[in-house]
């Protein structure tokens, strides 16, 4: 009997969600039955949401937002990424319906940038907007091509100063600063930026960037502007950096990469992350 898979993804909101279009083009570019669901789980549900999963016969499913910290509290294993970070974006469910959590969104990130982006910014300084659970990743991506310096920038500097402390106990060899939006002057010397927040998402603040035209054109020459969202195709950040004549790379790419490995962890298979993409900008068309 040919098996049928059963994937999910959990988090609130969702409506921005392109998993499902994405996982199921995976699927068919592998010749396989299945059916990828969305579930929005608010957090006072995310208990009653995992025990779901377990009884109907889920085989796994993504974390997104709010849930990506709090889920690691209900795993039996983690890989090393995750453990590392302490942020879960995929979860495996065993036979006998354990849960094992991986990090696939540190894969996504930097297989994304192309060879010699990451030449350039090795021993380099990077920029980093947001210090969520997205900015966890970013941040293991860029210590693992090689940065020197990290800065954070955030808009409640004393609400993030926990989450940027573990960060450097994390990753003691590399310089680690948190600074306040309000504090930013210049984005010069920078090889990168990075967008972690959800500004510039759709149905969230679509049409606003979370930094100024202006301070966008302080980065140097050959910096890179990396925009995690991925829906809208072209933010307003990537717009800005195309207006600036600067080098990009929208979301939508780590967002395939980071399903690509969710979905050799979930079959042992790999799916055509070419079919990935194109389904996810026919759904964004």
Known sequence: MTKSYKFAIIGYPLSHSLSKVIHEAALKSCNLEGVYDILPTEPENLIHRIKRLKVEGYDGFNVTIPHKVPITLF?????????????????????????????????????????????????????????????????????????????????????SHAHVEVLRQKFPKVKIELKSYTLMDTLSGSKILVNTTPVGMKNFSEGVSPVSFEMVKTLDNDAFVYDIVYN???????????????????GLDMLVYQAEKAFEIWTGQTPDTAAMKIAALESLA
């Open 75 to 159: 795993l039996s294993r983690f890989d090393s990424n995750a453990d590392l970070i302490g942020s879960v974006n995929t979860v495996k469910i065993t036979p006998e319906k354990e849960l094992e959590g991986s990090n696939t969104d540190i894969y996504g990130f930097v297989k994304a940038i192309p060879e010699d982006v990451i030449s350039n910014i090795r021993n380099n300084q990077a920029v980093v907007l947001g210090t969520g659970g997205a900015a966890r990743a970013i941040c293991a991506g860029l210590v693992s091509l090689g940065v020197s310096k990290i800065t954070f920038y955030s808009r409640n500097v004393i609400d």
């Open 232 to 250: 809208p195709h072209k933010t307003a950040l990537i717009k800005q950096a195309i207006d600036a004549n600067k080098r990009y790379v929208g």
